[in-house]
């Protein structure tokens, strides 16, 4: 190979690369935006699984506001400043180190409270959570549970599966960290397995559907679902 055609190549590619760059330079600033805006600001999180029914079905996709309690470092846990606290009846989105993956599970205990469970019934700070029945399902019965600051629906099976989980503690949840259980109180791996989640594993709060899929039904829109609010 002639020494002109050594040196011609490298300056070849340079030049092609530069082309690519100038064309495209406009769609990777669009693309890093959109990486930046899911990792610090909000974000769009599949459901999957049973342990937050009747408010969430599989194949649900919730928004997740980042911004709810912190504002992070993109890409990190690392907290730059706190907006708000987590409060009791949020549904938010853990990124849980013990369970090695992550949950979208209801706070129910915040730091300070003292939590007990017997038979399912829910007693915070020795005030018993107020709740009412609203249906029977075949094997299960749907209630209203009532903490101080929201209501929200829950789930409960009438039969004996899962038993050994209706009752825990009486704990205290410990500083920076919180109490969360599944609305499917008998199908649903929470703190009673896991424990306290720490805040930093506190992705962010959903509280609406953006649109969903029943997987049950060849993927099919549940267009009733399409923008409904969470409670």
Not at 32 to 58: E, H, Q, Y
Not at 70 to 97: A, C, H, N, Q, W
Not at 139 to 152: D, F, N, V
Not at 189 to 204: H, L
Request: aromatic content about 10%; proline content about 4%.
């Amino acid at each position: 190979m002639h020494e002109s055609n050594k040196h011609s190549l490298p300056n070849r590619i340079r030049g092609y690369l530069s082309i690519f760059w100038e064309e495209n330079r406009q769609f990777f600033a669009l693309l890093l935006c959109i990486v930046f805006f899911k990792s610090a600001i909000a974000d769009l999180s599949s459901i999957s699984g049973a342990s937050m029914l009747p408010t969430l079905l599989d194949g649900d996709k919730v928004w997740v506001n980042k911004l709810a309690y912190d504002v992070k470092i993109p890409f990190t846990e690392i907290s730059l400043t706190e907006v708000s606290d987590p409060r009791r009846g949020d549904i938010v989105m853990i990124d849980s180190k013990v369970a090695d993956k992550r949950l979208v599970k209801r706070i129910v205990g915040i730091p300070g409270d003292t939590i007990y469970m017997q038979n399912n019934n829910l007693v915070i700070n020795d005030v018993a959570a107020d709740y009412e029945v609203l249906s029977t399902e075949g094997s299960s019965i749907i209630i209203q549970e009532h903490l101080p600051e929201k209501k929200y629906r829950a789930r409960l099976s009438r039969g004996y599966l899962n038993r050994n989980n209706r009752s825990y503690g009486p704990t205290v949840v410990p500083e920076n960290q919180y109490f969360v259980l599944g609305d499917n109180r008998d199908n649903s791996a929470d703190s009673r397995i896991y424990s306290f989640v720490p805040r930093e594993e506190i992705i962010g709060r959903s509280s609406s559907v953006v649109f969903s899929l029943d997987s049950e039904n060849s993927y099919l829109p549940r267009t009733e679902r399409f923008l409904s609010e969470l409670n």
